[in-house]
Nanobody, 123 residues
Framework: QLQLVESGGGLVQPGGSLRLSCAASGFTLRYYAIAWFRQAPGKEREAVLCISRDGGSTYYADSVKGRFTISRDIPKNTVFLQMNSLRPEDTAVYHC????????????????WGQGTQVTVSS
């Protein structure tokens, strides 16, 4: 059974850092594009970053450029989202997802995603 499980969220002060993890089971994530998206209360879902099969990354949210990076550990079948210089507007539930299109295309759609992990940036 295909599953994605996120972890690593929490409460952090503005300017702080968090590293989110996305552990995959039931499939080998290196053969697919994997994305992180976030959703804040009352706001639409927003794609953040995507890592392609060849390991390249694509940004979808201009506000995170220079602050967030995506990476993966192939033996551990895990994708990470490193978030630095966090801002209150980064507060959201962060989900990782398997991209339906097999690539980090302009318009992402997802066929599987996890329950998410809450990130709260507040002093």
């Amino acid at each position: 059974q295909l599953q994605l499980v996120e972890s690593g969220g929490g409460l952090v002060q503005p300017g702080g850092s968090l590293r989110l993890s996305c552990a995959a089971s039931g499939f080998t994530l290196r053969y697919y594009a994997i994305a992180w998206f976030r959703q804040a209360p009352g706001k639409e879902r927003e794609a953040v970053l995507c890592i392609s099969r060849d390991g390249g990354s694509t940004y979808y949210a201009d506000s995170v450029k220079g602050r967030f990076t995506i990476s993966r550990d192939i033996p551990k079948n895990t994708v990470f989202l490193q978030m630095n210089s966090l801002r209150p507007e980064d507060t959201a539930v962060y989900h990782c997802a398997k991209v339906r299109q097999l690539m980090c295309s302009i318009d992402l759609s997802y066929d599987y995603w996890g329950q998410g992990t809450q990130v709260t940036v507040s002093s």
